[in-house]
């Protein structure tokens, strides 16, 4: 019989009491009769109410004991993981610091331009600086979740890495009124992109603007990242796929597995480093500046190392797993080779 603690414990009550009254020399007859009158049903409630009390303060009493117990744990699967991906983490955390300081360099350039040439891109360049800011977040939250052993956390913060990579592409190739409806709509409460009907290429466009209608307009979006972003869907929603085929489990899924993998975190190193490249460059190009010309070359050119280090890393240490891990999440391949587009 599977073990049932609360249910054995009533069971064990409801025998003693019976034994109390028969030692009281109550007939079993009348035992019975005695039993049918008791309401099970609030005294199953009340144990219950009284249990859970009880166990409440047994744990807040134990409670540091578990817990450093459960960190003990955790520090031992980090160093292990760190075994794995270092190199990974620190080319992460590095192209973090060279973004940084390649914007910091490029505002300086842009404070001692002229008035009228800020003037000209004033609204493209308030609207990329907070969406690259928020790009350079969450490409460190990414960063964190990974080296926490996260990985279908990590590759669900990069769609919308993705998501702010096409926004800003579109913001690029449309004029600075655009860039101003962009703006504007934050202090609206429209849950569409709305602001899009800016542009010219939805003037005259019936009904709300979804996120799709403004993929559809860009160049960035390639059928290749569409998929990707296909495949980042399923990992955030309630999906079947994204559920029984989580990208940092293991194949056997016979095994219910929850908590910090050291699995499958090189897909979002990979794609939340291109998604800052592209973002960065975007950017960087707003005015005419040629040492952002050569900062984006040399992020782009990085998400190289970036890549080179995760997968390789996998290869070494993974590679049987990936031969039949390559088509996780409904058929869509999640070992790609996907181009940086600077």
Same mark, same amino acid.
């Given at each position: 019989?599977?073990?049932?603690?609360?249910?054995?414990?009533?069971?064990?009550?409801?025998?003693?009491?019976? $034994?109390?009254?028969?030692?009281?020399?109550?007939?079993?007859?009348?035992?019975?009769? &005695?039993?049918? #009158?008791?309401?099970?049903?609030?005294?199953?409630?009340?144990?219950?109410? +009284?249990?859970?009390?009880?166990?409440?303060?047994?744990?807040?009493?134990?409670?540091?004991?578990? =817990?450093?117990?459960?960190?003990?744990?955790?520090? $031992?699967?980090?160093?292990?993981?760190? %075994?794995?991906? @270092?190199?990974?983490?620190?080319?992460?955390?590095?192209?973090?610091?060279?973004?940084?300081?390649?914007?910091?360099?490029?505002?300086?350039?842009?404070?001692?331009?002229?008035?009228?040439?800020?003037?000209?891109?004033?609204?493209?360049?308030?609207?990329?600086?907070?969406?690259?800011? &928020?790009?350079? %977040?969450?490409?460190?939250?990414?960063?964190?979740?990974?080296?926490?052993?996260?990985?279908?956390?990590?590759?669900?913060?990069? &769609?919308?890495?993705?998501?702010?990579? =096409?926004?800003?592409?579109?913001?690029?190739?449309?004029?600075?009124?655009?860039?101003?409806?962009?703006?504007?709509?934050?202090?609206?409460?429209?849950?569409?992109?709305?602001?899009?009907?800016?542009?010219?290429?939805?003037?005259?466009?019936?009904?709300?603007?979804?996120?799709?209608?403004?993929?559809? #307009?860009?160049?960035?979006?390639?059928?290749?990242?569409?998929? %990707?972003?296909?495949?980042?869907?399923?990992?955030?929603?309630?999906?079947?796929? @994204?559920?029984?085929?989580?990208?940092?489990?293991?194949?056997? +899924?016979?095994?219910?597995?929850?908590?910090?993998?050291?699995? @499958? =975190?090189?897909?979002?190193?990979?794609?939340?480093?291109?998604?800052?490249?592209?973002?960065?460059?975007?950017?960087? +190009?707003?005015?005419?500046?040629?040492?952002? +010309?050569?900062?984006?070359?040399?992020?782009?050119?990085?998400?190289?190392?970036?890549?080179?280090?995760?997968?390789?890393?996998?290869?070494?240490?993974?590679?049987?797993?990936?031969?039949?891990?390559?088509?996780?999440?409904? @058929?869509?391949?999640?070992?790609?080779?996907?181009?940086?587009?600077?």
């Amino acid at each position: 019989m599977p073990e049932d603690k609360f249910t054995d414990l009533m069971l064990r009550t409801l025998d003693d009491h019976i $034994e109390a009254k028969r030692a009281e020399g109550l007939s079993d007859t009348a035992i019975l009769e &005695r039993i049918n #009158k008791i309401d099970f049903t609030e005294i199953f409630s009340k144990m219950a109410e +009284t249990v859970a009390i009880n166990t409440v303060e047994t744990l807040e009493k134990t409670m540091y004991e578990r =817990v450093l117990e459960e960190r003990a744990q955790t520090a $031992e699967f980090m160093a292990r993981h760190e %075994q794995i991906w @270092g190199k990974g983490f620190v080319a992460s955390e590095a192209m973090y610091i060279m973004v940084l300081e390649t914007v910091d360099m490029y505002r300086q350039y842009v404070d001692d331009l002229p008035a009228e040439t800020i003037e000209e891109k004033q609204y493209h360049l308030a609207a990329l600086r907070q969406i690259h800011a &928020r790009a350079c %977040q969450q490409f460190l939250e990414i960063t964190y979740l990974i080296k926490a052993g996260f990985a279908d956390g990590a590759f669900a913060r990069w &769609r919308s890495m993705y998501e702010l990579s =096409v926004v800003a592409d579109f913001l690029i190739n449309n004029d600075e009124s655009v860039a101003l409806a962009f703006i504007e709509s934050a202090d609206s409460d429209d849950s569409w992109h709305n602001w899009a009907k800016a542009a010219p290429c939805f003037a005259g466009h019936k009904g709300n603007i979804t996120f799709n209608d403004i993929q559809n #307009k860009c160049d960035l979006s390639t059928d290749v990242w569409r998929k %990707q972003y296909k495949l980042a869907n399923k990992v955030v929603h309630a999906s079947p796929q @994204g559920t029984f085929n989580r990208l940092g489990a293991f194949v056997d +899924t016979s095994v219910l597995q929850a908590g910090h993998s050291d699995y @499958g =975190v090189s897909l979002a190193a990979e794609h939340s480093a291109i998604s800052l490249a592209v973002i960065t460059a975007s950017f960087l +190009t707003i005015l005419p500046y040629g040492d952002g +010309t050569v900062h984006a070359s040399t992020i782009g050119k990085w998400v190289d190392i970036v890549r080179k280090y995760y997968y390789e890393a996998e290869d070494r240490c993974f590679s049987e797993k990936n031969e039949m891990h390559a088509t996780k999440i409904d @058929g869509t391949v999640i070992s790609t080779d996907l181009q940086t587009t600077i």
